[in-house]
């Protein structure tokens, strides 16, 4: 995709701004955050102020890159220009959209940065899109971002791109990883990014507590396998939720075995809130690329193999049952 025509608007109102809020969706991750940081480093260099927002407080596994503690859910609003990375649908920006700083961002220039595939409820009310799906990260159009505007972005900067496109390409591991996110990553590691250093702190980070090592044990014994062991399913509670998502998120510490099982196609972890409402992450091995598919039809979105629902008042059962359903019917149609 060629941003040519973006990049020229969004200077324009990079140059018209003094403050600016950068927001990441409800559902952060290595990609918004890295994105937001990064942002924050092009528009120091360029002299303009940065807020990074987010409504949910981030995970403690992103503790990781540098910068995290810079978001907050407490926001003033002398703002002039709002920045959405990775996320262009008002389903993810849920939180948000009940709060009175949503006028305030409506009544200013909004942009929008973003790779998401399957876009249902798009945010109607920005004035500049980049939804690019074959970008591996929102953080790998920042990086182009910053080379249209000739910017040097400081190590913290470059290692939080490097940030983004290692944790949505699954460490340059997954089908979102081009031959240019190598290139892009060469690049970073030129101009100072330093890959090793970013890994260790990441493994260091997520060493497993001896408590977590068990709770997986149970983890593994509850899930549950549908139509020949393709489709795996984890359904999470409020204590599960409670207990342990700060600690240790669960997709992460589930998704690579799972996905590993024989047979297995798609894997569904539903977190299930005391108030009903429920979001469930999906992901599919490689030849199965219903994700987003499977998500759409929910009402959320993503990618081929990594997506999201997030609802509110379900009946857990009907929901369970639906969506192994579908699945199942979009896995039938890949293989017939
Ligand atoms: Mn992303």
């Known amino acids: ?13 990079l140059q018209s701004s003094k403050s600016i809020l950068i927001v990441q969706a409800d559902n952060p991750d290595a990609d918004s955050l890295g994105s ?28 990781y890159i540098d910068g995290f503690d810079q978001v907050t859910d407490q926001v003033n609003q002398n703002f002039d220009l709002t920045i959405f990375v990775d996320v262009s649908t008002k389903t ?11 006028k305030n961002i409506k009544q200013k220039p909004v942009i929008v940065l973003d790779h998401h595939q399957e876009i249902e409820n798009p945010i109607d009310f920005a004035t500049v899109i980049i939804n690019d799906s074959l970008a591996s990260s929102t953080g790998e159009i920042i990086f182009h971002l910053t080379q249209y505007l000739k910017i040097q972005l400081t190590n913290l900067g470059l290692n939080a791109i ?16 081009r031959p240019d996110t190598y290139r892009i990553v060469a690049n970073l590691i030129d101009q100072g990014a330093n890959r090793f250093e970013l890994d260790k702190k990441r493994r260091d980070l997520n060493t497993l507590p001896l408590e977590i090592f068990h709770y997986k044990a149970e983890l593994i014994k509850r899930t549950e396998f549908y139509y020949n062991n393709t489709i795996a399913i984890l359904v999470l509670r ?25 047979n297995v196609k798609v894997i569904l972890i539903i977190k299930y809130y005391q108030d009903q409402h429920l979001t469930t992450g999906i992901r599919a091995n490689y030849g199965y690329p219903i994700a987003s598919q499977l998500a759409k039809h929910f009402n959320g979105g993503g990618h081929q193999y990594a997506s999201g629902i997030n609802l509110a008042k379900q009946d857990l059962n009907v929901f369970k049952k639906d969506i192994i359903i579908k699945a199942n019917e979009l896995l039938t149609k890949i293989d017939q």
């Open 1 to 13: 995709m060629n941003y040519l025509k973006q990049f020229q608007h969004i200077q324009k109102l």
């Open 162 to 177: 490097l940030a983004s496109i290692m944790g949505d390409t699954q460490s340059l591991s997954n089908q979102l990883t």
């Open 92 to 102: 993810l920006i849920n939180k948000l959209s009940n709060l009175p700083l949503i």
């Open 36 to 63: 937001s940081i990064a942002l924050q480093d092009l528009c120091q260099q360029l002299s303009i102020s940065t807020q990074l927002y987010c409504a949910i407080s981030l995970s403690n596994y992103l503790q």
């Open 238 to 262: 409020q204590e599960d939720i409670v207990n342990y998502s700060a600690q240790y998120n669960q997709m992460a510490l589930m998704q690579n075995d799972l996905l590993q099982v024989q």
